[in-house]
Nanobody
Framework: VQLQASGGGLVQAGDSLRLSCAAS????????MGWFRQAPGKERVFVVSISWSGSTFYADSVKGRVTVSRDNAKNTVYLQMNSLQPEDTAVYFCAARESGVSVFGYWGHGTLVTVSS
């Protein structure tokens, strides 16, 4: 599967942004999808995942401000981010994990989100 994230940009603190990740492949609906982010000078960290059935798991750092969703008919997963803060500045990556596999094996190139104070 190939992944392409989009929707990043420069926003101000308190703004909202929705990222999209378009996936190729006929088996998109069977994958668990995830969002990760990498802030400048830091390691990439987990943000949220959504299973094929819609079950979600959020990192504590984003709970209450971020919502993940997926549209299997469009092969797309979304990341709605609200009340953005400068510490949310990062490159956001989407990833896919096959059923029965414990790691995310497919990654997109990422989209940059910059939050100014």
């Amino acid at each position: 599967v190939q992944l392409q994230a989009s929707g990043g940009g420069l926003v101000q603190a308190g703004d909202s942004l929705r990222l999209s990740c378009a996936a190729s492949g006929r088996t998109f609906s069977s994958y668990t999808m995830g969002w990760f982010r990498q802030a400048p000078g830091k390691e990439r960290v987990f943000v949220v995942s959504i299973s094929w059935s819609g079950s979600t798991f959020y990192a504590d750092s984003v709970k209450g401000r971020v919502t993940v969703s997926r549209d299997n008919a469009k092969n797309t997963v979304y990341l709605q981010m609200n009340s953005l803060q400068p510490e949310d500045t990062a490159v956001y990556f989407c990833a896919a994990r096959e059923s029965g596999v414990s790691v995310f094996g497919y990654w997109g190139h990422g989209t940059l989100v910059t939050v100014s104070s």
